[in-house]
């Protein structure tokens, strides 16, 4: 059975710094891409980065950028998310999810993901 746990949400001042975790278990990176999205109240879900160990690439949403890096430890199977210079409207439910097959995407969108995590919430306060 497929299964993806986030862990590492919490509240931090703007400025701060948190590291998400996502423990996969039932497949290994070789077959799936790892992604991250956010989901802020009120809004849609968005794709912010995804790790592809199988085409070694690495995507960022213009949003996280320079802030956000995405890395993994293939023996724990396990994919982070380190998040620098939080800012109050990165406050969202942070998920990770699985595509099944070789590389990223061509949509880093919720429909082309086949698990999914319950997700972290992050909170930035200003």
């Known amino acids: 059975e497929v299964q993806l746990v986030e862990s590492g949400g919490g509240s931090v001042q703007a400025g701060g710094s948190l590291r998400l975790s996502c423990a996969a278990s039932?497949?290994?990176?070789?077959?799936?891409?790892i992604c991250w999205f956010r989901q802020a109240p009120g809004k849609e879900r968005e794709g912010i980065s995804c790790f592809s160990k199988s085409t070694d690439e690495i995507y960022y949403s213009d949003s996280v950028k320079g802030r956000f890096t995405i890395s993994s430890d293939n023996a724990k199977n396990t994919v982070y998310l380190q998040m620098n210079s939080l800012k109050p409207e990165d406050t969202a439910n942070y998920y990770c999810a699985g595509h099944r097959g070789l590389g990223i995407p061509g949509q880093i969108a919720a429909y082309a993901m086949d698990s999914w995590g319950k997700g972290t919430l992050v909170t930035v306060s200003s």
């Open positions: 039932g497949f290994t990176f070789d077959d799936y891409t």
